[in-house]
């Protein structure tokens, strides 16, 4: 399972775990993920997503693989920004559509709107990373 590559020689984390992510998604998507069906908001020729992949992974778990789980863990990071990405999203459209602070904080969960508004400005910072 491990990279015949060694760490990044100039020691970038960044570069090192986007080889890591690459490299995963290829052995996922060679382990049958290629053949998932493609979502309509994802026009072709658009790759699954890391969401898709490590929900792939995991629906294969039955069939335990640790180096699957490993790449599948590895795409958490993307995984996650991804699912920011969409939540932002549809906090812009609530917002768009007029909906009330009040009204998207009572479906999120939220005791209040303001902790609402604090967790939407702390996941646009998150976003602006």
Not at 23 to 28: F, G, H, K, P, Y
Not at 35 to 42: I, Q, S
Not at 56 to 65: I, M
Not at 72 to 89: I, K, N, Q
Request: charged fraction near 25%.
């Amino acid at each position: 399972m491990e990279s015949t590559q060694g760490p990044d020689p100039t020691g970038n984390i960044d570069h090192t775990q986007a080889r890591r992510e690459r490299e995963a998604r290829d052995r996922i998507l060679d382990r049958g993920a290629k053949d998932l069906a493609p979502r309509p908001w994802r026009p072709a020729p658009v790759p699954p997503s890391a969401l898709d992949l490590t929900q792939f992974a995991l629906w294969r778990s039955s069939e335990p693989d640790p180096g699957e789980l490993l790449d599948a863990l590895s795409l958490l990071p993307a995984a996650r920004a991804e699912v920011d990405g969409v939540e932002a999203g549809l906090l812009f459209a609530a917002r768009n559509e007029g909906l009330t602070w009040a009204q998207i904080a009572e479906a999120m969960g939220f005791r209040s709107p303001q902790a609402c508004q604090q967790y939407v400005n702390r996941l646009s910072a998150r976003q602006a990373k």
